[in-house]
Every structure is written in C-alpha cells, then in structure tokens.
C-alpha cells in the first residue's frame, strides 16, 4: 500500500499549484478530477440546488492508499460539487483523508456565512473519523495588508512561485508536517 495520493479539483489554478507542490514534497501519486460538467456558473447553479452531475472515475484506487489529500476550492462559502462527488463516490475506499483548501476566504472570517470553516464542517460529517485534517490556505496570506480584505484582489490573485513565501509558505509547511505526522 502506498503512502499518499493527492486528489486536487482546480478552476484558477491556485489549488493545482498547492497540489503539485505537495505531491512533489511527499512524493506522492497525483490525480486531478475531472467533473461531468466543466461551466463554473453550471456548477455553482447545480452546487446552489445541491444536485451533483458527479465526476469522471479516477485512473488510481484510492483504497490502495493509507492517505488521501482532497484539495479544491471553496465556493462563496460551499462544498463544491467535484469535491463532494469524490467523497461520495469514493467514501467507502478512503482510510484517511486530509482536506486542503486555497481559498478566497481568511480566517478572520472563517465562520462566516461564505468562509471556509462551514466546509469543513460538512467533511467531518461525511466522513466522520476517517477524516483526519481540514487545513485553509487562504489567497489573502500572499497579499500585502492593505489588500487582504479586498475581494476583487483576492478573486485575481493566483498561487504562483514568485509568491509562494512568507505566512502561506509556512502554513503549508505546517501541513505537510501533519500529513506526515499523523
């Protein structure tokens, strides 16, 4: 049994930077998944009415893991509909999974009504004990702050090498220390 496979979903890229990173720095599998439908505002109408068209079937067998990393987005506060539908259809082969996000909310308003923490929340009852970690790596830690708060920085700004440093760099550090912790 292997040790780590990453599964990421994407749209902007900042989430597939993450999951490259960390597959690189736990040298572990990687699988991106690929949604039935791929229109961001199909997807947020059909997460909205919490209809799942589901995802295409993965190349690797999850339970051949002892973790699973689920990285992706969160949506104006929501579990999105790629995430979701690997948990759903893939729960029953998971030993362990850990939930990674870069998102455009920060923690000081984690608990707010679009921040992350009500996703969190919604992957623990999923998957109960199996889930082992809920880590946000939010956009706002690259940005200088007089623009962390500010929402059409935050929706422009992409995870890339020139700004992969500082607060972000090490909570990801942190993270990956858990992964291999635990």
């Known amino acids: 049994m292997k040790d780590f496979l990453i599964v990421f979903y994407s749209q902007t890229g900042s989430n597939r930077f993450l999951a490259e990173k960390l597959a ?4 572990a599998d ?4 690929q949604p039935r439908i791929k229109s961001i505002p199909v997807l947020l109408l059909l997460n909205k009415l919490g209809l799942n068209p589901g995802i295409r079937p993965l190349k690797q067998n999850p339970e051949d893991f002892k973790k699973i990393v689920l990285m ?12 979701k539908a690997f948990i759903k259809q893939y729960n029953d082969r998971i030993h362990r ?3 990674a996000t870069c998102c455009g909310s920060y923690d000081e308003v984690k608990d ?6 009500h ?3 919604k992957i623990k009852a999923l ?7 809920c880590e946000a790596l939010p956009i706002a830690l690259v940005l200088p702050d007089e623009k962390k708060k500010d929402g059409e920085t935050i929706m422009n700004t992409r995870l890339t090498d020139q700004n ?3 607060a972000i760099a090490e909570r990801f550090e942190e993270f990956v220390e858990k992964l291999k912790e635990t």
């Open 127 to 133: 998957m109960g004990e199996k889930c082992v970690h």
């Open 164 to 166: 992969f440093k500082g």
């Open 24 to 27: 690189q720095r736990l040298q």
């Open 97 to 99: 999974l850990y939930f």
């Open 30 to 33: 990687l699988e991106m998944l």
């Open 112 to 117: 707010d009504k679009f921040g992350y923490e």
């Open 119 to 121: 996703v969190f929340k």
């Open 72 to 83: 992706g987005p969160v949506w104006m506060g929501q579990f999105v509909i790629p995430l």
